[in-house]
């Protein structure tokens, strides 16, 4: 879909989509950083679990969209 915005996290070996737009200010998480497991937003540094999308605190209250993910030989489909 044209202007999704999704992140790809491969952590112990696992691989996970989300969303990639906070659901606090619609900022764009790939120009946050990532603490082990988690991405925060670089506006408010509000955190998100990357395996399951909860925020992890405020000022986000609303978690982000998981996606399923399957890989297929090399290639990495996400179900959106």
Do not use: W
Request: aromatic content about 6%.
């Amino acid at each position: 879909m044209a202007g999704r915005r999704i992140i790809l996290a491969n952590i112990g070996g696992e691989v996970y989509a989300v969303s990639g737009v906070c659901t606090h200010e619609e900022t764009d998480l790939a120009m946050g950083f990532m603490l082990e497991e988690r991405v925060v937003c670089p506006l408010h540094l509000s955190q998100f679990d990357l395996r399951t999308g909860e925020v992890l605190n405020p000022p986000a209250t609303v978690p982000l969209t998981k996606f399923n993910v399957k890989i297929d030989g090399g290639s990495i489909f996400v179900e959106v």
